[in-house]
């Protein structure tokens, strides 16, 4: 199974070391470019290198890691899914410039997080981005934990939960191989309108919910 993140930032830089810790391969890719990834590839070993947003969007397993306002320009641009696997790491939020008004609006509960909500109409944002891709089998996960846990999976000799939910099985069963083989407890949550709602930050209900299996 070949893995390919789509986006080097917080979130795709973390996985890939989670990765990397287990001696998983992946592709790492940005909007930079690979040159810009050199120095991140050479911290985390022979095992991630870094490629072009189209060939990391080749794999078997594609994990999108871009802002949510990324999101339908940057997949509308990716050829055919053929009935791989995309894992949804998004969250409907925009990242606040801590100069805007935006950031210092009192109506915004997330402003002291530098976030805000973006209004989805009542969507789950796994069923928009399960839109932006036909053809894929989507499994939303990595997305609700702060990312800077992700490259610890086990912590003080139990597992770090990580959620997961979808609508095929097939799909979610080689997520959660691939949750396992980097060394998380790994918790099914039923499908995308469900457990995607739950787990989706920043008003999921086991949003940011960090739990160790003893
Ligand atoms: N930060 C967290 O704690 C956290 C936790 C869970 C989930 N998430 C979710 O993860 C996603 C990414 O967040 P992040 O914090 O990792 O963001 P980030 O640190 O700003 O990184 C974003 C990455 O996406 C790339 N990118 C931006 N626009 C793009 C475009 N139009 N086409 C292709 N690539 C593009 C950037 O490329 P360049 O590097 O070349 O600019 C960068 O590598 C978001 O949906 C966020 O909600 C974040």
């Known amino acids: ?100 008004a935006d950031a210092k609006d009192p109506t915004n509960p997330l402003a002291a997080y530098g976030i805000k909500a973006i209004d989805l109409g009542g969507k789950s944002s796994s069923s928009v981005v399960r839109d932006l891709v036909p053809g894929a089998r989507v499994v939303k996960a990595f997305n609700h934990l702060d990312v800077a846990v992700l490259p610890e999976p086990e912590v003080s000799g139990g597992k770090r939960t990580l959620f997961y939910s979808g609508d095929d099985a097939a799909a979610k069963a080689e997520v959660r191989s691939l ?26 209900a086991l949003a940011t919910h960090n739990l160790i299996k003893i």
């Open 179 to 204: 949750l396992e083989a980097c060394g998380y407890f790994a918790v099914d949550l039923g499908s995308l309108d469900t457990g995607g709602r739950l787990m989706e930050l920043p008003f999921g």
């Open 1 to 100: 199974m070949s893995i390919g993140i789509l986006g080097s930032g917080a979130l795709g830089s973390n996985v890939a070391r989670a990765l990397a810790k287990s001696g998983l391969s992946a592709i790492i890719s940005n909007r930079s470019g690979p040159e810009s990834l050199s120095d991140l590839v050479k911290e985390l070993g022979p095992t991630i290198t870094a490629g072009t947003l189209e060939q990391a969007a080749q794999a078997d397993i594609v994990l999108v890691a871009v802002p949510w306002l990324a999101i339908e320009s940057l997949l509308g641009s990716l050829p055919a899914w053929n009935n791989r696997i995309v894992i949804d790491g998004t969250n409907p939020v925009l990242f606040l410039d801590p100069n805007s």
